[in-house]
């Protein structure tokens, strides 16, 4: 087997698991932390959505961050994705990122240990 065939394999080995993949999933979140860091979550202004989130509303996604937060929700095979949301369930599905990206970051220390 040649080196470059060797590699993907390991690639492919290490990172899919039943659709899902540890770097793409990275890579989503990484890119939903710099949107929310930037206001560049919601197509709405700042007083427009506070004012929809105390009313229970939810705020439309700019096309960037629907973008991201569909393929983060279908790896992770959580809640809907919708068009919009309330800025909480963004909050939530970072955490929820976080916290799953972390089964995988521990499965790998502990093979690596083994």
Do not use: W
């Not at 560049?40 to 991201?68: Q, W």
């Amino acid at each position: 087997m040649k080196k470059s065939e060797q590699k993907l394999t390991l690639t492919l080995e290490d990172d899919v698991i039943s659709g899902f993949s540890l770097s793409f999933t990275k890579s989503l979140l990484k890119k939903l932390e710099e949107l929310k860091r930037l206001d560049r979550i919601f197509d709405d202004s700042a007083e427009d959505i506070e004012e929809k989130d105390k009313k229970g509303y939810s705020s439309p996604l700019t096309s960037i961050a629907n973008s991201v937060v569909k393929h983060l929700v279908d790896q992770l095979q959580t809640f809907g994705g919708d068009s919009a949301c309330r800025p909480d369930d963004i909050n939530k599905l970072i955490a929820l990122a976080y916290e799953f990206i972390e089964i995988f970051e521990k499965k790998k220390q502990i093979t690596q240990v083994s």
